[in-house]
């Protein structure tokens, strides 16, 4: 996509907006002028009282403009850069929905947490409907979308008000390694026979790291509350493998203090008695069984490599493990479904009755597979139809929306919500997408996102993150001077930045 900005406004938030009405597209210096490639002119000008935004936008020979005005009297309580955006955002809005003929349903909240807005205006004493009505009238948000990211935020805070998040924290134990890459996921895992090969002495580095990030975390006097052992697809590795893995774990922490103790299983094929026994044995309280579809015809399109009936087995084996929660998840708007066949998936998964429901909607990472394939986005009107029968039947069977989340280039523009009964919330979940408390992450691609919040209700909390390696063999190859530090290149080690941010977030 060509795209032109004049003006003090973010390009990067003017290419969100513009990813409303064309997912998927490029921006960048190579792009070309065509009928087929997207253009957009977009100037924001600020006068004594507020700011005023046009947009033209261009495509297959038409063109649409609009213009977007606000005041600062308008939002008294609103900094300048809220106001710039929302000018910008309306002009871009009307031009796109013109030119589209299509209103995206959360208007012009382009971040990745919608509920966080929310939270912010009903911690801002506006109450639950005059919240509503801000992000109705504000954002463009659908009536029905802002009443979700509303009771999203409204359950956060039933969770979390009087929850310690200062003197808590939470691990995250990346193992990156899939049976099979999926078609629509950019994941950094490991499928092929060569990386899974590197899966051992991946664990023999990483059961360093995990020794070094829980001690730094016993010097910051901090209470683990969760831990989260995700990838990639951990349940890939052997009986013996995962056995040894919450060993180590369990020689650091006492797991039966933890809130919550979480193993992503994830692919049904993946999932044996053998493996379940030895979670529970070694304090695992939540897992995922995860078909996305219920269709086999589906899952071979997608490139899973397990069946529908594979999926039942996994999860009765699940159920009768006595692991307390399980999650399943679902995907509305894959390339091929309908919406019958997906009413029918959640239908069915209704009737399994886990404890955890998380409905993802259709999203293509850049590097993809399946993004090669032409009309991967033509069953939006389809997704929006599936998304809101997965709210409604979940409600009627007694599940809350706890945890919501966007990603970019998903069909519809539609969201991620996880579904829970009451006192089985993923807390981990509510931990991370919020921003709520410190993740303490190791292995590769992992990422630790440091956060000093006092309390829930503390909206000004300050983040850091440190990533690490993305690739299994980087990480192994890199893994020492990340722990250590490299004092060749003066880089402090991933324990040294993270004690540095706490001693000035402390003061």
Same mark, same amino acid.
């Given at each position: ?14 290419? *969100?907006?513009? =990813?409303?009405?064309?997912?998927? &597209? !490029?921006?960048?210096? /190579?792009?070309?002028?065509?009928? $087929?490639? @997207? ?14 935004? *046009?947009?033209? =936008?261009?495509?297959?020979?038409? &063109? !649409?403009?609009?213009? /977007?005005?606000?005041?600062?009297? $308008?939002? @008294? ?36 947490? @919608? ?393």
């Amino acid at each position: 996509m060509i795209l032109n900005v004049q003006g003090d406004i973010s390009v990067f938030y003017v290419q *969100t907006l513009c =990813l409303l009405f064309f997912p998927g &597209s !490029k921006f960048g210096t /190579g792009e070309q002028p065509s009928p $087929d490639n @997207p253009e957009a002119d977009v100037t924001l000008v600020e006068g004594e009282d507020g700011f005023f935004a *046009t947009a033209e =936008l261009r495509y297959k020979g038409k &063109s !649409k403009r609009a213009e /977007g005005r606000i005041s600062r009297a $308008d939002i @008294p309580d609103a900094s300048d850069e809220r106001l710039a955006k929302i000018a910008v955002g309306r002009a871009v809005f009307a031009a796109g929905k013109d030119l589209r003929g299509y209103t995206p349903p959360w208007g012009i909240l382009t971040g990745v947490r @919608p509920s966080k807005v929310a939270s912010e205006l009903i911690m801002t004493d506006n109450g639950i409907l005059r919240s509503k009505r801000i992000l109705r009238d504000e954002y463009f948000v659908n009536p029905k979308k802002a009443a979700l990211a509303v009771s999203v935020a409204s359950g956060e805070y039933r969770l979390m008000k009087s929850y310690p998040l200062r003197d808590t924290c939470s691990i995250y134990i990346s193992v990156p390694f899939c049976p099979s890459r999926c078609a629509y996921c950019s994941f950094v895992s490991g499928s092929s026979g060569k990386l899974l090969s590197l899966i051992p002495e991946y664990l023999k580095i990483l059961f360093l790291d995990i020794d070094h990030m829980f001690a730094t975390v016993r010097r910051l006097g901090l209470r683990i509350a969760t831990v989260y052992i995700g990838g990639g697809t951990p349940t890939v590795l052997s009986p013996a493998q995962l056995r040894t893995l919450l060993s180590r774990v369990g020689k650091n922490v006492d797991v039966s203090t933890l809130d919550e103790f979480t193993l992503e299983a994830g692919r049904p094929d993946t999932i044996t008695a053998e493996k379940l026994a030895v979670a529970l044995d070694g304090g695992v309280t939540r897992i995922s069984v995860n078909p996305q579809t219920l269709s086999d015809e589906l899952l071979a399109a997608i490139g899973r490599r397990h069946t529908v009936a594979d999926f039942y087995h996994a999860y009765e084996l699940a159920q009768a493990s006595g692991i307390r929660d399980i999650n399943v998840d679902l995907i509305a708007g894959l390339p091929g479904d309908n919406f019958d066949n997906f009413a029918n998936s959640v239908d069915t998964i209704l009737s399994c009755a886990p404890t955890n429901i998380t409905v993802h909607s259709f999203s293509v990472k850049n590097a993809a597979d399946i993004r090669r394939r032409d009309g991967i986005y033509s069953s939006a009107s389809d997704a929006g139809k599936c998304v809101e029968y997965s709210q409604l039947r979940t409600k009627n069977a007694g599940y809350r929306p706890y945890y919501m989340y966007r990603q970019k280039n998903t069909v519809g523009n539609l969201e991620n919500v996880g579904y829970a009964r009451e006192g089985h919330e993923g807390l981990y979940n509510v931990f991370m997408m919020e921003e709520l408390h410190s993740i303490f992450a190791v292995g590769a691609a992992a990422v630790t996102k440091l956060v000093m919040r006092n309390s829930y209700a503390d909206t000004k909390s300050e983040i850091k993150r440190i990533f690490t390696p993305k690739y299994p063999y980087e990480y192994l190859r890199d893994a020492e001077k990340i722990r250590l530090g490299d004092r060749e290149t003066n880089t402090p080690s991933i324990a040294e930045k993270i004690e540095a941010f706490y001693e000035k977030a402390r003061g």
